[in-house]
């Protein structure tokens, strides 16, 4: 029998992507906004780092939102915002109003619609498949910067501001009914159990089911923020997404098309490029769900290395002489980085999934914020003071091998696993 998760799944699949091609168009926007105005690229990127922190600041409001209250209601707000503010961009001139529009309203839509809010509805919904469920989401990330070529086609025929008026307007309109028709809270909204179990299955998986921790001595206690506080696990996971989602993903996100316009490739080449990224980006999350059946770390580690591998290949892409470069960074980064991320948050699914999950994963995503408002603006300001991209490829690099070692140290396979309630 067909199995109603998969609905769920799949409209918040869209979501994701609706959501994040408001967000990851940015890098087509930028060279754009920086042509039109004049300003410099730091003060320019801050509008993207505005963006990331607010979205991370807003995290766990938005997790604890999608644990007390009806997510399909949630997530259609969310949208709105989302839409409103990317569309409300085609009429800015001034900085200060991107960085209220862009970088503030849109910001808090996506939070509010994105991807803390999705995970905890989908951790009720699926249990033995977290990781299929965070690769479906990763690629739904991924393919969302499929949507910078779509952007910069439109760029070049139409003009920025109507490529940020029809983007934020699809997203206003298309989201919010199919979230409120289609999204229901749990399996038990429905009738049905988690993974489209029987009752027996139900029974007898929540018996089975465990959660990771590293404390003895509280193996009956579900996880809380203010126990997760105190764990070391969580402020190990809190710095790796500091690195790795804020610093290495961000820079990359940001910076990318300008790492090829720079080499001297056309923008829509550029755009061409960037879209593989994605697309790979998309596939490596699919890649990294089989860590279901193998293990975290065993996919975690050489995705790790194979990420610095690809990230050695920027120091070499110097102009246009080597036409491959561009495209094998795009392809191997994106597989590699994506297969990494859907790994990583699993990781912490399976570490603290609960009754308090939302909360909990929003304070970690604080960690992406601080990362990833630093990264762009940072990258902007190195090249304007140098005009090279290769501080910036160093600070990936460095960011990537501080990961590893606190992947290191987190050891999901080491972890005492605890009981925990599932929701159904």
Request: proline share 4%.
């Amino acid at each position: 029998m067909f199995f109603y998760g998969y609905v769920v799944l799949a409209i918040c699949f869209g979501a994701i992507v609706a959501g994040f091609v408001c967000r990851n168009t940015f890098s087509v926007f930028y060279p754009a906004i920086v042509d039109e105005f004049g300003w410099t690229r730091g003060n320019t990127a801050l509008i993207y780092s505005i963006n990331v922190l607010v979205y991370g600041l807003v995290a766990p409001l938005a997790g604890g939102l999608a644990d007390r209250f009806r997510p399909r209601y949630v997530l259609a707000a969310g949208a709105i915002l989302t839409g409103t503010g990317m569309a409300l961009c085609s009429l800015a001139s001034e900085m200060w109003q991107f960085y209220l529009l862009y970088g503030v309203l849109a910001a808090v839509g996506l939070s509010v619609a994105g991807w803390v809010p999705v995970a905890t509805l989908l951790t009720n919904w699926f249990v033995r498949r977290r990781a299929l469920v965070f690769g479906v989401l990763g690629a739904g990330f991924g393919l969302s910067l499929v949507g910078a070529f779509m952007a910069q086609y439109i760029i070049l025929s139409l003009g920025w501001r109507t490529a940020y008026l029809l983007i934020g307007l699809s997203v206003a309109v298309i989201v919010p009914p199919t979230c409120i028709h289609f999204i229901r809270r749990t399996p038990a909204d429905k009738g049905l159990y988690p993974d489209g179990m029987t009752a027996a299955e139900a029974e007898a998986q929540a018996a089975r089911e465990v959660n990771t921790r590293s404390e003895p001595g509280r193996k009956t206690q579900d996880w809380t923020l203010s126990r997760a506080l105190r764990a070391r696990q969580f402020w190990l996971l809190f710095l790796i997404w500091i690195c790795t989602m804020g610093l290495v993903e961000q820079s990359v996100i940001s910076q990318q098309v300008y790492f090829y316009l720079d080499a001297g490739y056309s923008p829509l080449t550029a755009a061409t490029f960037y879209g593989a990224f994605g697309i790979s980006l998309a596939a490596g999350n699919l890649i990294g769900s089989f860590s279901d059946r193998i293990g975290r770390d065993r996919f975690a580690l050489p995705a790790f290395a194979l990420c610095l591998v690809f990230t050695g290949l920027l120091f070499l892409m110097k102009d246009t002489s080597t036409p491959w470069l561009p495209p094998l960074f795009a392809v191997g980064f994106g597989i590699s980085f994506g297969a990494l991320t859907c790994v990583l948050n699993a990781t912490v699914a399976d570490i603290f999934h609960g009754a308090h999950y939302g909360s909990i994963a929003g304070v970690i995503t604080l960690g992406f914020a601080i990362g990833g408002c630093i990264s762009p603006w940072l990258a902007g300001y190195l090249y304007d003071l140098s005009g090279s991209h290769t501080s910036t490829y160093t600070l990936v690099a460095v960011a990537l091998v501080a990961s590893i070692i606190m992947f290191q140290l987190v050891a999901p396979r080491k972890l005492k696993r605890i009981r925990h309630h599932t929701p159904v």
